[in-house]
């Protein structure tokens, strides 16, 4: 073997290690770092999950090490909420499950809608989603009793932030339940839909459904 003078370098080990650790490791010990990525069922987004050359490897220095970093789990599939306004309990349950979705069902008063169907749904229909995404569907009651006087205002909480919406939403004799979509267009914790509408007189303590942004769609 001819020498050529210049020390060798031991290739350390980072596999498993986070990206800015493994990046740092690698460079103190005289290698340069080329990054990829990619999804990983089973590996943290940030970790390397491979690494050339191998660990215990001899390389020149300044040689290029490549490793790989998980992106996390690969993004589902999206699917569209189906439109199941005016459907019975049991064909909404149906429809929803066979898009993938997964119901929450929630009963509120509607003077305009028939017992037993749907008014709506949270995120509404059309709505791109993850598939497995649990969405509220609202079922309505039918018409507040004609005697009752315990009645209140629906208020308008939409571009309100979560918390001062969850608070108007209580204070006004409802229950705040909170439903949450990415969107890439509504700032984090903004309220963007609601049902029942605002203006919407219902029952002291029916449920009012709060569509809340979690900001934009995770670039991994």
Do not use: C, H, W
């Amino acid at each position: 073997v001819v020498s050529t003078g210049v020390p060798l370098v031991i290739m350390p080990g980072v596999i498993g290690k986070p990206q800015a650790e493994a990046t740092t490791e690698l460079i103190s010990a005289g290698v340069t770092v080329s990054v990829m990525s990619a999804y990983d069922n089973t590996v943290t987004a940030g970790t390397v999950i491979s690494q050339i050359p191998a660990v215990g490897d001899q390389v020149m220095p300044n040689t290029t090490a490549q490793i790989v970093v998980s992106k996390g789990k690969p993004p589902a599939a999206a699917v569209v909420v189906p439109n199941v306004t005016g459907k019975n309990k049991t064909d909404a349950d149906k429809a929803v499950k066979k898009a993938g979705l997964s119901p929450q069902y929630y009963e509120v008063y509607d003077p305009k809608v028939s017992k037993g169907r749907v008014i709506g749904t949270l995120p509404p229909a059309g709505s791109r989603v993850a598939k497995g995404t649990t969405i509220g569907v609202f079922i309505s009651l039918g018409k507040p009793s004609s005697t009752s006087t315990d009645t209140v205002t629906v208020p308008n909480v939409v571009g309100q932030q979560q918390i001062t919406a969850m608070t108007s939403i209580t204070s006004a004799g409802l229950t705040p339940i909170v439903i949450q979509q990415y969107s890439d267009g509504i700032p984090s914790g903004t309220v963007f839909n609601q049902m029942p509408a605002a203006g919407t007189r219902m029952k002291r303590g029916t449920p009012v459904g709060i569509l809340v942004s979690l900001g934009p769609v995770p670039q991994n």
